[in-house]
T-cell receptor, first 115, second 115 residues
Framework: DTEVTQTPKHLVMGMTNKKSLKCEQH?????MYWYKQKAKKPPELMFV???????INESVPSRFSPECPNSSLLNLHLHALQPEDSALYLC??????????????FGSGTRLTVV | AQSVTQPDIHITVSEGASLELRCNYSYGATPYLFWYVQSPGQGLQLLLK??????LVQGIKGFEAEFKRSQSSFNLRKPSVHWSDAAEYFC?????????????FGAGTRLAVHP
């Protein structure tokens, strides 16, 4: 299995809702990432998990809460989002956060719309 | 500061024509460089990567890229473009900072293909 699977593919939520994005990989990768991508922009790093521990939080607002229950799963919990948080949320994994040469494997993303 | 520049925001070519997408990087150490492709509403797919060895790198879908240290460039090429190549292309450099691997993306080049 060489894929990163993200669910749901599309999500519409109100500003008072709580929702979660899910990401799963079975490649044995030990680093997982959340990226946010606005339209016509490159992906921007949000969080890095290495060996199931949060390693990097790129000054993301607390209304985004990541969770890594095990080495294969990565969640992003959403609460009290704003319309400007509408974007494509991409999950990625790599063999290890300390290995630069392998690149990342990206999921197909969750298209989030906040109304 | 580490950065990636893609000078061309939008490129249009005719089907069957050759293609070159430009990428310049700024990174103090040995760069680990990547090209990703993104179709509309999709995640990113790795086309090719460079981190050592032969400076001409072959990738998937008939793409290749050449690393030129003297010019700080990593341009992507394809000898004959197909209509299905229309997509957004991102150049990226892997930055190792604080013990962790981060991908820094360029702004992207949108490729349109005329029949």
């Amino acid at each position: 299995d060489t894929e990163v699977t993200q669910t749901p593919k599309h999500l519409v939520m109100g500003m008072t809702n709580k929702k979660s994005l899910k990401c799963e990989q079975h490649m044995g990768h030990r680093a997982m990432y959340w990226y946010k991508q606005k339209a016509k922009k490159p992906p921007e790093l949000m969080f890095v998990y290495s060996y199931e521990k949060l390693s990097i939080n790129e000054s993301v607002p607390s209304r985004f809460s990541p969770e890594c229950p095990n080495s294969s799963l990565l969640n992003l919990h959403l609460h009290a989002l704003q319309p400007e948080d509408s974007a494509l949320y991409l999950c990625a994994s790599s063999p290890g956060s300390g290995r630069r040469g392998y690149g990342y494997t990206f999921g197909s993303g969750t298209r989030l719309t906040v109304v | 500061a580490q950065s990636v520049t893609q000078p061309d925001i939008h490129i249009t070519v005719s089907e069957g024509a050759s293609l070159e997408l430009r990428c310049n990087y700024s990174y103090g150490a040995t760069p680990y460089l990547f090209w990703y492709v993104q179709s509309p509403g999709q995640g990113l797919q790795l086309l090719l990567k460079y981190f050592s060895g032969d400076t001409l790198v072959q990738g998937i879908k008939g793409f290749e890229a050449e690393f030129k240290r003297s010019q700080s460039s990593f341009n992507l090429r394809k000898p004959s473009v197909h209509w299905s190549d229309a997509a957004e292309y991102f150049c990226a450099v892997a930055m190792f900072s604080g013990g962790y691997n981060k991908l820094i993306f360029g702004a992207g080049t949108r490729l349109a293909v005329h029949p």
